[in-house]
């Protein structure tokens, strides 16, 4: 059964940094890409990140793009997401996705 | 970037009725390689989105014969006949033929 547990999630202030982690179990974790989408309270879905089954390339939206970083451990199966310079509008949940498996998702509040 | 205009945002049906949704892309979706990378997922209150449709209509595993996906170019839909309780919810569809990846603003599915 395919599974994507993430964790790191919080409340951080505008400015700082938040490490998110992503353990995935159940498949081959090196044969996917793998993402990062999120959902703001009440508000539709925005993809985040993507980064391809080896960890060489990675893509970002404009809106994260300096900021947001997305890399994986593939002997660990885990999938990161590191956020810098946190704004509120990154506030929202964010799940770890193969694109057809979603994690629960974590809440990350941005708030002075 | 290619917007992704779903319509409507709202829809009501009857419990063994039928739903239509559409989703329209500002460019064609279909990829240098052939395939049209354009997925319907739906998000149940509380949940993680879920994969219904793949690559305009394929059902993904698990996924009852009720929903269909048809569509080419910059044109898709999303059929749901015999509209059952747990049909009800918010409904995505994707793409992610160009960077960046883009989702639709959603249809909030609901009981008439």
């Known amino acids: 059964e395919v599974q994507l547990v993430e964790t790191g999630g919080g409340l951080v202030q505008p400015g700082r940094s938040l490490k998110l982690s992503c353990v995935a179990s159940g498949f081959t974790f090196n044969n996917y890409w793998m993402s990062w989408t999120r959902q703001a309270p009440g508000k539709g879905l925005e993809w985040v990140a993507s980064?391809?089954?080896?960890?060489?390339?990675?893509y970002y939206p404009d809106s994260v793009k300096g900021r947001f970083t997305i890399s994986r451990d593939n002997a660990q199966n885990t999938l990161y997401l590191q956020m810098n310079s946190l704004r509120s509008e990154d506030t929202a949940t964010y799940y770890c996705?193969?694109?057809?498996?979603w994690g629960q998702g974590v809440m990350v509040t941005v708030s002075s | 970037d290619v917007v992704m205009t779903q319509t409507p945002v709202s829809l009501p049906v009857s419990l063994g009725g039928q739903a239509s949704i559409s989703c329209r892309s500002s460019q064609s979706l279909v990829h240098s390689n052939g395939n049209t990378y354009l997925h319907w997922y739906l998000q149940k209150p509380g949940q993680s989105p879920q994969l219904l449709i793949y690559r305009v209509s394929n059902r993904f595993s698990g996924v009852p014969d009720r929903f269909s996906g048809s569509g080419s170019g910059t044109d898709f839909t999303l059929k749901i006949s015999r509209v059952e309780p747990e049909d009800l919810g918010d409904y995505y569809c994707?793409?992610?033929?160009?960077?960046?990846?883009?989702f639709g603003g959603g249809t909030k599915l609901e009981l008439k």
């Open positions: 994707l793409q992610s033929t160009h960077f960046p990846w883009t």
């Open positions: 996705t193969r694109y057809d498996y």
């Open positions: 980064i391809t089954n080896s960890g060489g390339s990675t």
